[in-house]
């Protein structure tokens, strides 16, 4: 299925009027769809490309080499998490992937640094830290100004998420989908789920199977052109509008059975505010016909909350 595509270059031109088009296409898709297409979305071709490389050099480590960097009591938020350990919430089965995980650094002297855990350093593959940390640089600059974007939908303050991103909790995630080598049981290589955090950014899978679950109860496969990168809404995100603007739910299915011999790779950047932050649902966003839908919570309480049912943290 086409998801709605918009052009980031048009909210960044500095022209009224096509700025105020990318908001209003913007929101409607988020409360239509939950998934968009963007182009000119500002991280470059070639740091996608090493990120990838860098990527698949990891992966293919002996497994006792990516053990060292499962590092326990971080609940899979900085380093590897080994095939088989994540499940999705309301699921038994765990899905079919490996991951690495890397998160904020602070460097501005911000005292939430001490909230944070160190990244984890793979010395095995030259320069796959400092790629790493470029890539997260660059997405949180373009999902800052999508945000910006969501606010001015709201009829909020432009740089309403401004602050609360900065330094926020977010997650660069490198996803490992290996080949497939007997019936799975009953796992798919992501169960349907919907993303914790405000909105993701996933830049292109290196192959299909990602699919959304339509407001018609309908399966759809999702693909975005080379230049793209989807975007989705999350649950905080769901959370503080209200149900206003969609987190759709959304898995990544096998592929047919003469490609199981493949390995599938993405890497969704998951956009976190500061655990501080407020999810209260926002009172422009609560009416007669919209009562409240959630009580309050920080988004720290709710993430801890989110990583319990998913088996990441006891
Ligand atoms: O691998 C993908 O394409 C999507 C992964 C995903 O939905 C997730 O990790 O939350
Ligand atoms: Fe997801």
Not at 33 to 48: C, T, Y
Request: charged share 25%.
């Amino acid at each position: 299925m086409s998801i709605p595509v918009v052009d980031l270059a048009d909210f960044l031109s500095g022209d009224p009027k096509r700025k105020s088009d990318f908001v209003q296409q913007l929101g409607k898709a988020y409360e239509e769809v939950g998934f968009v297409a963007v182009k000119n979305h500002g991280i470059p071709d070639e740091l996608i490309a090493q990120q990838y490389e860098f990527v698949q050099q990891f992966f293919s480590l002996p497994l006792e080499k990516k053990l060292h960097y499962e590092i326990p009591g971080l609940a899979g938020q900085r380093g590897y998490t080994s095939f088989g350990r994540e499940h999705a919430k309301g699921s038994e089965a765990p899905d079919l992937k490996e991951f690495f995980q890397f998160g904020q650094m602070v460097v501005d002297g911000d005292a939430i640094k001490e909230e944070y855990p160190d990244n984890v350093k793979v010395s095995e593959v030259k320069d796959f830290n400092p790629t790493l940390v470029k890539a997260y640089q660059n997405f949180e600059k373009s999902g800052r100004s999508l945000l910006q974007a969501i606010a001015l939908y709201l009829g909020l303050d432009e740089h309403f998420f401004d602050e609360q991103i900065h330094n926020g909790n977010s997650i660069l995630r490198c996803i490992h989908y290996p080949p497939i080598t007997k019936e799975p049981k009953s796992a798919i290589r992501a169960e349907q789920h919907e993303d914790i955090n405000l909105i993701t950014l996933l830049v292109g899978a290196s192959a299909d199977g990602l699919q959304i679950l339509t407001k018609q109860n309908e399966w759809v496969g999702v693909t975005s052109l080379p230049d793209q990168i989807v975007v989705n809404v999350g649950d905080m995100l769901q959370r503080l509008t209200n149900n206003k603007l969609r987190s759709t739910t959304h898995r990544v299915v096998n592929p047919p059975r003469e490609h199981w011999h493949t390995s599938r790779f993405s890497m969704p950047f998951f956009l976190h505010p500061r655990s501080e932050t407020s999810l209260a649902c926002l009172e422009s966003c609560i009416d007669e016909k919209h009562p409240k839908a959630y009580p309050d919570a920080t988004a720290g309480e709710y993430l801890d909350e989110r990583l319990r049912e998913i088996g990441l943290k006891k």
